[in-house]
């Protein structure tokens, strides 16, 4: 069975500093691993998506994401904080294509 | 062009009461979705449907039935609505295949009172 773990239910950085956000998954296959962001009273959009390719993922406004097989970890980090990125942010998890696993989500502070 | 859209977006209405929520996807998708987010953000999969077939009902009351009238849509009707069943229902859509990005509406806004 998959199961995501956010170490971190509430980060908060202050703008222009690095960003990490902490995602552990479990998985009996080879997973595909995604990062979503929600901002407030917003849907989901997707920042970036790991599928076997390259372990180092570049998604969207400067975000990346390491997938470690060893550490069964997809931590998502960005070099510098903007306000904008205030948000909340989920790691996913699918085996199969068909059902997605989300994590609890971290909420993102960006402190001026 | 929306991709992914509900309606309606807020819906307030009384315990015992009956309500459904639209989902239509514009993208040519075959997998669709239901979520549903509680007030700590938790995301849950309720549902999914690949081409009008159910695939997978997670544990959720049998007052909770979708309806997939054809593969660009899935709606969710709820029955005798309870206190608990307020959340953010997302709907969601995919292609198939295990590496697909889903894309989601921007949520149902329910609230029972």
């Known amino acids: 069975a998959q199961s995501v773990t956010q170490l971190d239910s509430h980060v908060s950085v202050s703008e222009g500093t690095p960003v990490l956000l902490r995602c552990n998954y479990s998985?009996?296959?080879?997973?595909?691993l995604f990062w979503y962001v929600q901002h407030p009273n917003k849907g989901l959009q997707l920042l970036l998506k790991?599928?076997?390719?390259?372990?180092l993922v570049k998604g969207i406004n400067g975000f990346e994401a390491e997938f470690k097989k060893s550490e069964t970890s997809f931590h998502l980090t960005k070099p510098s904080a903007h306000m904008s990125d205030a948000a909340e942010y989920f790691c996913v998890v699918s085996e199969n294509g068909q059902n997605f696993v989300f994590g609890p989500g971290t909420r993102l502070s960006v402190l001026p | 062009d929306t991709a992914v859209s509900q309606t309606p977006k807020y819906l307030v209405t009384q315990m015992g009461n009956d309500k459904s929520i639209k989902c239509e996807q514009n993208?040519?998708?075959?997998?669709m979705y239901w979520y549903k987010q509680d007030s700590k953000k938790f995301l849950k999969i309720m549902f999914s449907y690949n081409n009008k077939e159910l695939i997978i009902n997670e544990t959720v009351p049998n007052r909770f039935s979708p309806k997939s009238p054809d593969k660009a849509h899935l709606n969710l009707h709820i029955n005798s609505l309870e206190l608990g069943d307020s959340a953010v229902y997302f709907c969601a859509s995919s292609p198939d295949g295990a590496e697909e990005t889903q894309y989601f509406g921007p949520g149902t806004r329910l609230l029972v009172l």
């Open positions: 993208l040519g998708h075959d997998t």
């Open positions: 998985s009996s296959y080879s997973p595909s």
């Open positions: 790991y599928t076997s390719a390259a372990t």
